[in-house]
């Protein structure tokens, strides 16, 4: 999967998170797709390194999405951790 697939997949995967996980967060279209293409990378390292499935490179392979979102997620929490609301 080249670059344009990763920064599409994580803008997708950073709006799929968004709605998991609802609440003021670093909002827009830049902020969804940085947090995404990160969780991407994390949780393809999470995959492979803990869980023993290293993420294929094929842009509909189901455990590559899972992997995505739940790295999003887990930024998404760890900003809220971090910072708190800070859009009060």
């Given at each position: 999967m080249g670059i344009i697939g990763w920064i599409i997949l994580g803008l997708l995967a950073g709006g799929i998170a968004?709605?998991?996980?609802?609440?003021?967060?670093?909002?827009?279209?830049?902020?969804?797709?940085?947090?995404?293409?990160?969780g991407s990378f994390i949780g393809g390292w999470l995959s492979s390194r803990f869980l023993d499935r290293p993420v294929e490179k094929h842009f509909f392979d189901?455990?590559?999405?899972?992997?995505?979102?739940?790295?999003?997620?887990?930024?998404?929490?760890?900003?809220?951790?971090?910072?708190?609301?800070?859009?009060?």
């Open positions: 968004k709605m998991l996980l609802p609440g003021r967060d670093p909002g827009g279209l830049i902020g969804t797709t940085l947090i995404g293409v990160a189901l455990y590559t999405w899972g992997a995505a979102i739940a790295g999003s997620l887990v930024l998404l929490i760890g900003y809220r951790i971090l910072f708190g609301n800070s859009r009060d």
